[in-house]
């Protein structure tokens, strides 16, 4: 007989509840996702497609196709993607290696501290970097303002801590003897690191080298603040297309030019995240070693990184926020409740309300559809069937990672404003966006802790008598609610910060924070610069405030419950979920 | 005993879909009686538990709880609680959170004496309010026991209960677990690669190989009689010696029967040099290969007359060639098989 006819008939068993149980859970996300996310999408590659009348035209795509314009602003894209990728992994290894394998005074500081410019919004670090950089900044004699080194520079702010991350999670689990059998082998300390060591983290540098490039190809605020116009790319091309020349059809034709981009690198990103899942090695407790003469490299270049990559931008956007007219003081800071240019007509601190107000509720939107996204994606299907369809709502849920987040602003523009659907008057577009953009991140966090539950221990409970929903309650919530903690973190940090997707929402009445900070730094006049300075190093303390707390509620969880909490899914890789939770 | 306790009827279970498991396997587990399923690993045995738990659907057969089918009846409504071989402790709830998991509908009173009384059972009073975190894998071992025989099981599955565990302490759980099943009339089915371990406990031992039950009998029954050459390997017999060869050693066989000898079967009989008389039969000497010391003993490997390999526990140091005899009731005779 066929087992799989046999058995399928059969009721199914185990703890994961029925297949449609998880149907109804998952059906309140996909709805999300097909009104907010692939509804704008699909609508915004048929405008690129459609003339005014709504006739099928290839015009608007095969001229932008046509322009040497576009063909230098993809070249443009690429070159700072792949330039940002390959620094950051340069400097990303050899800072995982001391932060994660050796053993140095205030590591753990260290590393907390290499995880926020992570998650800094990309206007702040844009400000900082410009701050740096302009004609009267302590850097400005390198003339690097508006420059290709720039905007690289500033990609690699932010992603040199993912490398770190993901690589020196690994390495701190690599069992320290095969190394040593190496070693006693007669091999030198470079045969080792070339033949062992670096062999063993490949699937982690090569996971971490295809993240960094989507995000630095995606990158928008940043290149929008430091690259000018010279140095744009396809992202901020469409804002300035849309805002500037209203000029839609060719928005929506570069738009479609970028999902082609980000699909590929996230379909690169994808076959590496599955390559991943081998069996390593692992210690069962963290190898680390005392430094030797020979780290004294590793640790130098780890320290300039630290210090003058990470440190001198926030620094120096920090004392210049206290530089005023009339020397230093709080002055800039001081300003901030009023409004002084006409653009503005809110003050800082009003925007900095808006800010929060939308940022709560786009994490409660987030969090809502990622414990549920996470419910489904946890499950361990049995049949064929069910776990394709576990696979394609995993990648489904994924997909706004790598849209841009420009695509989905400018897509909610043009769908949601008219019948069926017109919420181009209310506020809640703004977190809905958000939380579409958050959302990734908030599964990533949760899954890794979902998955390494033991399926024996739910299956030990329901043999006690525990039903879906007691397991989920008595179990499976408590042991993920240190991950919740974080992913709150994570979702309330990019609300706030969030630009791409809120610079084509926000109303002039209701800015938020990083809206408002992106007006005052391309206004003239010293107040306005200093002002936005203030405002950048407010929306710093707040974002570093909210990840703090996060990463300190997370800690403080009382019960032990397997898994690191230190870092979104994607920032690790997939290899400990294989090695440990299969047992 | 009809309709009392548990039947399996014909189970066939596929692993992981494709990988037949358990082919045609019935048991019964009376109530109140303790069933032993030995294998070895990949024997079908887990996958065997599993199926009776709930946890993995039959492709055929039935599984009958007095006179009920259970093909429809969910893993948690079944009565049947599983204990697994690292005990799966909920790490954010207190021991005694973790043992009352399944009695919460008992009243709070009635809840915490049962917590207590079973804590003692399993000989750890004042546990309590203690972290999982906090236990050793000994104690972590009996509060998974505690947390299992609560809610009063109508059949407790026992899934390789103690293999994680050192010998010392495997030892003394043994007793705990055998003097609570008794004490608790508890049903239960525990399946084990660990002889030693269905032996203590066990009325009955299912012997299973290659998804088969290859013979159900008592301890003591199976040990006399194994129903094959396979078992009594599996038991731990051998070498097996045919007809001609067993009379060449002073043991009369049938036609058809192979000799096992178990692991107290040969017997060294030399004193001064010189083999020893004995009333039963003969003694024979052998060339000794590789010895090793063990606890008051020396374990020697031993060539027979015929090339099979045996082994043979001597006092002293034994020279290149030492006088044996087989010891006949620590030999059975089985049917020579395919």
Redesign the interface.
Known sequence: ?T??L??AA??????DGSPWVWVAVGIVPVAFLAVFFAWPVAALIARGFTDADGAFTGAAVSSVLNSGRTWRIVGQTLAQAFAGTAVSVLLGVPGAYVLYRLRLPGRRILRALVIVPFVLPSVVVGVAFASLLNENGPLGFLGLRESFTAVVAALVFFNYSVVVRTVGGLWARLDPRTEQAARSLGASNARVLATVTLPALAPAIASAAALVFLFCASAFGVVLVLGGVSYGTVETEIYYQTTQLLDLPTAAALSILQLVIITASLLVSNATRTRNERALRFASKAGSQRPRASDIPAIAITALVILGLLLTPLLCLLWRSLQTQDGIGLGNYLALGETTDKSVTVSVWEATLNSLGTALAATVIAIALGVAVSYVLSRRP??SASKLGVQVFDSAFMLPLGVSAVTVGFGFLITLNRPPLDLRSSWVLIPIAQALVALPLVVRTLLPTWRAI?P??L?????????PPRLFT??EF??ILRGVGLAVGFAFATSLGEFGATSFLSRPDRPTLPVVIFKLISRPGVENLGMALAASVVLAVLTALVMGTAELLGQAE????PGDYGSPGFLKTGVGQSGKGAR | MMGSGLEVRNAVV?YE??K?AVDGVSLDVARGEVVAVLGASGSGKSTLLRAV????????GRIVFDGVDL??V???????????Q?G??????SVARNVA??IRDLPRAEREQRVNELLHTVELDGYANR???TLSGGEAQRV?LA??LA?N?RLL?LDEPFSALDRALREHLLQVVSQALRLTRTTALLVTHDQDEAFALADRIAVLADGSIQQIATPDHLWRHPASREVAEFLGYGPFLEKPEAKALGIEIADGEVLGIGPRGLEAVEAHGQLLPSPQCFGFYVVVGETRHARGYIDAVVTLPHGQQARVRTKNEPDLRLGVRLVPEECVRVSAGA
């Open positions: 007989m087992p799989g046999a058995v059969r009721k199914n068993t185990g703890t049995k049949t033991d024996r221990m299956q030990a409970a329901a043999t006690l008598g525990a039903g008595s179990i408590p042991l009382p019960g032990k419950a | 596929y879909r494709t037949l738990a709930g946890l993995e659907p039959l492709a055929n093909a429809d969910e893993v948690s409504k079944r009565g049947f609680v599983v204990m697994f690292e799966q402790l909920f790490p954010h709830l998991y399944g972290a999982i975190s998974a947390r299992s809610p099981p599955l």
